[in-house]
């Protein structure tokens, strides 16, 4: 006899809930929109945009990652982001060359973050500058360089 009273009481708190507009619904997942990563295997400043798919290596060379961002796919309710890219540890070393005809022999600095100022189109090196993003770059174990942005 319990046992029925209990699942009238139950029925009846569904009931008067589902009749005050509190109801028990999944919410649909939303997936998070997605920009296209490239590489640039020759990045020629912080200003470039247009990937280059390959490189005649001589000495140095700058490794662009270029995100799709701009008016039509503007980056809203980005805070961060974080690249890893794997690189032969055997033949290359993720540093920069001196400056050339610079006064001092210091190498330059590894990581540029870009500059674009065009619609839609975030500039990194800007917020670095200013104080808005706080960003990091290492090496993660051998052959893996790490770079991150915090907004």
Known sequence: MIWLDRRKIILAILVLLE?????FAVLPAHAATSWPVLLDASSTS??????????AVVNTFNLGVIVEAN?????????????GIIYDNTTVLPQRDPVAFGASDNA????NFGS?????NPNWAAKVVSGQ????S????????IITMRL
Request: glycine residues 16%; charged residues 5%; without cysteine.
């Open 138 to 145: 290492g090496l993660i174990d051998s052959g893996i360089a």
């Open 108 to 111: 330059g600095p590894t990581v």
């Open 133 to 136: 993003a706080f960003v990091l």
């Open 116 to 120: 674009q100022t065009g619609t839609g």
């Open 71 to 83: 008016s039509t796919t503007p980056l809203n309710g980005v805070f961060g982001w974080q690249f």
């Open 19 to 23: 009749v005050t507009g509190i109801s």
């Open 46 to 55: 912080t200003s470039d945009a247009n990937p280059q798919t390959s490189n």
